[in-house]
């Protein structure tokens, strides 16, 4: 479940408590950690709803300005059902500590190095990590659907993938793009220049 930037910042607030989704298949449950840039946010409940249910304050809960704003934002997906998703922030990102490392040993590099083949060995891309990763150094910040075309790649599948690099504590979401976390410009400096040759990427 991907959450703007400004509806995290209200969550972290607590002006945000609310989320509107329309999708085909539920891919969260009550209890649900989702990792973000602003920490661990937990889903409280979630129920299907219709349109004609959601009020203004329910809009503003969601970060909305009215009911309108949020009907038009679900009526642009054309199938699915609609959830009303009650959400909070629940902890910092675990993964902070680990990307602001400027060095680790030599076992955790050669552990995140592994981690990093085993991602280009089960994609069906071919080898990706090292490109994507030093395109987003060359590239700080450009937003995704332009950093994509610098990886000849879509737009999703760059977003879905970075989101693993993140996992790792290699790359920090901004808005718009990324950037490398002084983890991640310290794990570059390990990996080969260029990917090897018959790569697919």
Avoid: C
């Avoid at 809009?59 to 959830?83: M, P």
């Avoid at 009650?86 to 040993?105: A, C, H, M, N």
């Amino acid at each position: 479940m991907l959450i703007k930037q400004k509806h995290l910042e209200g969550i972290m607030s607590g002006n945000v408590s609310l989320a509107f989704r329309k999708w085909k298949k539920l891919s969260i449950r009550k209890g649900s950690l989702l990792q973000t840039s602003i920490g661990v946010v937990k889903i409280t409940d979630l129920a299907e709803t219709e349109l004609f249910k959601i009020t203004d304050e329910d809009a503003r809960l969601a970060g909305y300005e009215n009911a309108q704003a949020v009907t038009s934002e679900l009526e642009k997906v054309t199938n699915g059902a609609i959830y009303r998703i009650e959400l909070g922030y629940e902890s910092p990102d675990p993964r902070i500590g680990q990307r602001e490392q400027k060095e680790i040993t030599n076992e955790e590099l050669e552990a995140l190095k592994e981690k990093l083949l085993n991602l280009d060995k089960f994609s069906n891309q071919g080898k990706w990590t090292t490109k994507v990763l030093k395109a987003i150094q060359d590239n700080p910040k450009l937003p995704a659907v332009a950093l994509a075309t610098k990886v000849n790649k879509e737009k999703e599948w760059l977003k879905t993938n970075v989101r693993k690099l993140k996992n790792l504590g290699l790359t920090i979401s901004h808005e718009p793009g990324y950037t490398l976390s002084p983890l991640g410009e310290y794990v570059l400096k390990s990996l080969p220049e260029k990917p090897q040759k018959g790569s697919g990427i």
